[in-house]
């Protein structure tokens, strides 16, 4: 499910999911501002709907992600790539 027809079906565990997985996209194609916005606002919707399971899943890949993005910071800002 696309994040429009998850949030025109008013669904908070598919927009997540589908928040999550914009991240994912955005962190492989070395957006990592955007990515780092997408997973954050994936977190705040599991919060919200008091989804335990799931915030634990975001917070428990978030090291993995937030490395993967400073690597892409740092290979950024020295203009090359280490991924």
């Known amino acids: 499910m696309t994040l429009k027809h998850a949030e ?3 669904s908070p565990d598919n927009t ?8 994912i996209i955005k962190m492989e ?20 709907m008091g989804n335990q399971p799931q915030v634990a899943g975001v917070l428990a890949n978030w090291p993995t992600w937030n490395t993967r993005l400073s690597a ?3 290979c950024n800002a020295e203009g090359t790539s280490h991924l």
């Open 29 to 48: 194609t070395k957006d990592s501002a955007a990515a780092k916005v997408y997973f954050q606002k994936a977190l705040k919707v599991y919060e919200d």
């Open 72 to 74: 892409t910071n740092n």
């Open 8 to 10: 025109l079906a008013k």
């Open 16 to 23: 997540g999911k589908a928040l999550a997985q914009l991240g």
